[in-house]
């Protein structure tokens, strides 16, 4: 007589024994690569499912790609901690999640205070067999007309308010943090000066100069 096959079912959550953390659907999470020589990957966790015993436990996740695992591979406004929410799903055993991450909206991620290891942001969803993102442009900025790349240090100008990086108005990020006021070259006449550095450099200013800052 065959052996009947074990009854499955939906978990409401499961506890990762290995590192004390309680697993939900929604959560994202770390999960270990066969290759050990390469960073853990991440995964949104759809569903949990267990025996009838609640063991031999696994979970369905739909992946997170990173840049450089992408069709056009990693780009100068890609941030480090930029991931893409593919459409990707798979079935993996739970033992192999080695912890729990956050993925931040690209907007929330601006606001943090300090970026941890297990911060991350996603802006675009992306398909993984034709390359394509959604959404498929966002908005550029300084002359070079680059996506922004938050981990880039920007200084705003005080006429058109749009933001430039330092190296493409001709500056050191160490100047850039220095200024008082900052008009673009567009916006510079002839008694405004395009730079103006008159006052300490310790003295409060209105001049924005920042790393994290609001999409427009």
């Known amino acids: 007589m065959a052996k009947a096959r074990a009854t499955r079912r939906n978990l409401d959550s499961f506890t990762v024994k290995s590192i004390n953390k309680i697993i939900r659907a929604g959560d994202c999470v770390l999960m270990r690569p066969s290759d050990s020589s390469k960073p853990s990957y991440v995964a949104r966790v759809e569903t949990i499912e267990g025996d009838s015993r609640g063991a031999n436990v696994r979970v369905h996740v739909r992946w997170y790609y990173r840049p450089e695992e992408s069709i056009g591979g990693r780009r100068q406004f890609h941030g480090s901690k930029e991931l893409f929410l593919s459409d990707h799903y798979d079935l993996q055993s739970a033992d192999t999640i080695e912890g729990k991450c956050t993925v931040h909206t690209f907007k929330g991620y601006t606001k943090l205070d300090a970026v941890g290891n297990e911060d991350f942001f996603c802006r675009f969803e ?23 790349n938050p ?61 994290k800052r609001r999409r427009r």
């Open 126 to 148: 992306y398909n993984s067999s034709t390359g394509a993102f959604d959404p498929d442009r966002v908005a550029v900025y300084c002359k070079c007309e680059m996506p922004y």
């Open 151 to 211: 981990d880039d240090l920007m200084v705003q100008c005080e006429g058109c308010a749009d933001w430039f990086h330092p190296t493409c108005i001709d500056m050191t990020p160490e100047e850039a943090r220095k200024l008082d006021h900052f008009y673009c070259l567009n916006c510079s006449s002839g008694d405004k000066k395009k730079l103006q550095n008159s006052h300490a450099t310790s003295r409060k200013t209105d001049t924005k100069v920042d790393t």
